[in-house]
């Protein structure tokens, strides 16, 4: 595997590797993504053994501008407003795949909508355009283990399943894109994430409405409609402990704010001056570091869940919730 920063000649052999059906990691402002060819069955399935990935969980597909995304998803006019204002960025649209579409339907894991995302780092919207073709991308972590934020992160997760990792330096929201489904006339949010649920509400001027676990995980009949959302999604190999005080003997501290308790363990803080952006950025890196302590529990200080405390507050829940059995 090829560890590379993205200049014009590393961004011209990735982009013919993506067109030649290898998977290529690159740098987005939220987390690394695991890149193949969307139109590609064969290469897109490689991206599901590569992270040992349930095949019902389907894939963003990256473009390089919204008139892409339009090209492959019905976008409605509250859609491609939002698109408008928040693109290229942290955004992922979930729409109705257009009947003419090319993508390989194990993008979309065999569903009627699709995925898509214009990213905002300069390295991705460069690798799109040399591929010429979308790109398929999750996150270029082991399913189920925390996000990478860091080439370094990508290499211990995936080694030599990745042919080629752009290395653009550390993520700079550090977590995955808010996920919205516009297929109908009021927008839902399906993942908390980058963009914050006050920002979508100030630009349609009206609440957003938010997918119940049932209908984000399944557990009624029928799939579910974010299937990506299972509750044992970004674990450390720790256990992970919550709105902790302090840490006991054994732990590793993860913390939050200018106040923090002596601990004779490892300890990393999120934000010293209690930042919630600077926290995000640092928590999948910071929850890594300290999972790579051997520390067999990790406490986390309580984060407020205002703005993006929401969606930091969401992953730790779902760190915490532990290993749960796979569905499907
Ligand atoms: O920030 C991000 O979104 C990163 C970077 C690489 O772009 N990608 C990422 O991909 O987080 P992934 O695969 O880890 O998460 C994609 C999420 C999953 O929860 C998946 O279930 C959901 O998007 N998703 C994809 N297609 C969908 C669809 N057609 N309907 C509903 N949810 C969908
Ligand atoms: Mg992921």
Same mark, same amino acid.
């Given at each position: 595997?090829?560890? /590379?920063?993205?200049? +014009?000649?590393?961004?011209?052999?990735?982009?013919?590797?993506?067109?030649?059906?290898?998977?290529?990691?690159?740098?987005?402002?939220?987390?690394?993504?695991?890149?193949?060819? %969307? /139109?590609?069955?064969?290469?897109? %399935? #490689?991206?599901?053994?590569?992270?040992?990935?349930? /095949?019902?969980?389907?894939?963003?597909?990256?473009?390089?501008?919204?008139?892409?995304?339009?090209?492959?998803?019905?976008?409605?006019?509250?859609?491609?407003?939002?698109?408008?204002?928040?693109?290229?960025?942290?955004?992922?649209?979930?729409?109705?795949?257009?009947?003419?579409?090319?993508?390989?339907?194990?993008?979309?894991?065999?569903?009627?909508?699709?995925?898509?995302?214009?990213?905002?780092?300069?390295?991705?919207?460069?690798?799109?355009?040399?591929?010429?073709?979308?790109?398929?991308?999750?996150?270029?972590?082991?399913?189920?283990?925390?996000?990478?934020?860091?080439?370094?992160?990508?290499?211990?997760?995936?080694?030599?399943?990745?042919?080629?990792?752009?290395?653009?330096?550390?993520?700079?929201?550090?977590?995955?894109? /808010?996920?919205?489904?516009?297929?109908?006339?009021?927008?839902?949010?399906?993942?908390?994430?980058?963009?914050?649920?006050?920002?979508? #509400?100030?630009?349609?001027?009206?609440?957003?409405?938010?997918?119940?676990?049932?209908?984000?995980?399944?557990?009624? +009949?029928?799939?579910?409609?974010?299937?990506?959302?299972?509750l044992?999604h970004y674990?450390?190999?720790?256990?992970?402990?919550?709105?902790?005080?302090?840490?006991?003997?054994?732990?590793?501290?993860?913390?939050?704010?200018?106040?923090?308790? @002596?601990?004779?363990?490892?300890?990393?803080?999120?934000?010293?001056?209690?930042?919630?952006?600077?926290?995000?950025?640092?928590?999948?890196?910071?929850?890594? #570091?300290?999972?790579?302590?051997?520390?067999?529990?990790?406490?986390?200080?309580?984060? @407020?869940? #205002?703005?993006?405390?929401? %969606?930091?507050?969401d992953r730790?829940a779902r760190a915490?919730a532990?290993?749960?059995?796979?569905?499907?």
């Amino acid at each position: 595997m090829l560890v /590379t920063e993205p200049t +014009d000649d590393a961004i011209a052999k990735a982009g013919a590797a993506i067109r030649a059906g290898r998977l290529v990691a690159f740098p987005t402002e939220t987390v690394y993504g695991l890149g193949a060819d %969307a /139109t590609n069955a064969r290469a897109v %399935a #490689e991206i599901f053994a590569a992270k040992a990935r349930p /095949t019902f969980n389907p894939l963003i597909v990256h473009v390089g501008s919204l008139d892409a995304a339009a090209a492959l998803a019905e976008l409605s006019p509250a859609a491609l407003a939002l698109g408008r204002a928040l693109w290229p960025g942290p955004l992922t649209l979930v729409a109705r795949r257009r009947a003419d579409c090319a993508i390989a339907d194990l993008v979309t894991a065999g569903l009627d909508t699709i995925a898509v995302r214009v990213p905002a780092h300069a390295a991705a919207l460069a690798l799109i355009a040399a591929a010429g073709v979308p790109i398929a991308a999750p996150s270029a972590n082991r399913s189920g283990h925390v996000s990478p934020t860091r080439a370094a992160h990508v290499a211990a997760d995936l080694g030599e399943r990745v042919s080629m990792i752009l290395d653009g330096g550390s993520c700079k929201h550090g977590l995955e894109s /808010t996920v919205l489904d516009v297929t109908g006339e009021a927008v839902r949010l399906l993942r908390l994430g980058a963009v914050t649920a006050a920002t979508i #509400e100030a630009l349609t001027g009206r609440p957003v409405s938010r997918a119940t676990v049932a209908e984000r995980d399944g557990g009624g +009949d029928g799939l579910p409609v974010s299937p990506g959302q299972l509750l044992n999604h970004y674990s450390p190999r720790a256990r992970v402990r919550l709105d902790a005080e302090r840490a006991w003997h054994g732990e590793a501290l993860l913390a939050f704010g200018p106040v923090v308790p @002596p601990h004779d363990g490892p300890v990393l803080n999120l934000s010293a001056s209690g930042d919630l952006v600077e926290a995000a950025a640092n928590l999948y890196a910071g929850l890594r #570091e300290l999972d790579d302590t051997g520390a067999a529990s990790i406490a986390v200080m309580p984060i @407020p869940r #205002e703005g993006l405390g929401e %969606a930091i507050n969401d992953r730790l829940a779902r760190a915490a919730a532990g290993r749960l059995p796979q569905k499907g």
